[in-house]
């Protein structure tokens, strides 16, 4: 399943798109603009004064191609054009001229500014932020594809000989069934993007009704407003997480079940679950973790988990490049596919 890196990045590399790195700053991120550079899987725009990042790059003995790397000040005249477009869309907030021009000074607003505006394609950040400041701003400015609709944030775990999408791990703590139903089909439709036939599996401490308890009929309701909504896609639930993944398991715990212990998508009852486990699969498992991934957006912005090396951030430009793309990707043995 390792193969699956090197097929999102060849579809990155057929259609290049512009990816601001808003934390120049930090040496992971130049260390990761360079190998993008070099694997052509995206255009890394970075964010910080230019003779400042050259400076981190040459005491760190970075080697970065800063000739065909493009920097925009944060001190520039961009600045100015930002906030003037950040007061209009937040004046009916209370927000005031003087604050737009103080708050696009802070580096993921500023980059959450050119997604908006159409000037980059997507952004990435979070090597030094927690996951709030880098989603706050695109609530604000760029809103979800739908109004009232949440955001939430899926990992891909990659193992030796099984790939599985886990949601939500980054976001909404205490989802109830109306919510925990948009995160499994936004998640599906996250899997399709990357021409994965979605699998979907509600997890619970429960098995199709072996425990009654509010957080288990939580899941089995939203497991039914998926199927009312969304009859195309393969979904079971409530089931324990062994039900899910192990097909002697869900033969006898749940035999009528539509994924037949073959789930390579959990949808985990609160954030706890979610993002405890997929800390385990990767630690204590091996897993590769790229993510999370923010679903429910208009635009592509990801967030790093803080602990990220360079590689997951070159991992997760790229699916963010793929994610950009307007154009679905064209994936054959998906029937849903365009």
Request: hydrophobic letters at 40%; proline letters at 5%; a positive charge.
């Amino acid at each position: 399943m390792k193969k699956f890196i090197k097929q999102v990045k060849s579809l990155a590399q057929k259609n290049l798109h512009r990816i601001v790195l808003p934390e120049g700053f930090e040496p992971r991120i130049l260390k990761a603009a360079a190998t993008v550079i070099k694997e052509k899987t995206a255009i890394p725009v970075l964010v910080g004064d230019p003779d400042k990042l050259r400076k981190i790059a040459k005491d760190l003995n970075i080697r970065v191609p800063f000739e065909k790397l493009e920097i925009v000040n944060p001190k520039s005249k961009k600045k100015e054009k930002y906030a003037e477009e950040f007061y209009r869309l937040r004046k009916h907030k209370g927000v005031t001229e003087e604050q737009a021009l103080k708050i696009v000074e802070d580096i993921n607003y500023f980059g959450t500014m050119m997604v908006y505006l159409d000037e980059v394609d997507g952004m990435v950040s979070g090597t030094t932020y927690p996951t709030a400041d880098t989603i706050r701003p695109a609530l604000q400015i760029i809103k979800t594809k739908e109004k009232f609709h949440k955001v939430s944030g899926v990992f891909f775990l990659i193992l030796d000989n099984r790939l599985l999408l886990f949601a939500d791990t980054a976001v909404i703590i205490d989802p109830d069934s109306h919510t925990l139903a948009d995160i499994a089909i936004d998640t599906a439709e996250t899997a399709r993007k990357f021409c994965l036939e979605p699998k979907v599996a509600m997890l619970s401490f429960s098995t199709a009704g072996s425990a009654h308890h509010p957080d288990a009929e939580k899941v089995k309701e939203a497991t039914a407003i998926v199927k009312s909504r969304r009859p195309d896609l393969i979904i079971d639930g409530e089931m324990q997480v062994d039900t899910a993944l192990v097909p002697e398991v869900s033969r006898r715990k749940f035999p009528t079940s539509a994924l037949k212990g073959d789930a390579n998508i959990l949808i985990f009852p609160n954030l706890g679950a979610g993002n405890i486990a997929y800390k385990l699969v990767e630690r204590l498992a091996g897993a590769k973790a790229i993510g999370p991934m923010l679903q429910g957006l208009k635009k592509p912005v990801n967030d790093l988990s803080r602990g990220c090396n360079y590689k997951d951030i070159v991992n997760l430009i790229a699916f963010t490049s793929v994610e950009a793309q307007v154009t679905p990707v064209k994936c054959k043995h998906l029937k849903n596919s365009k």
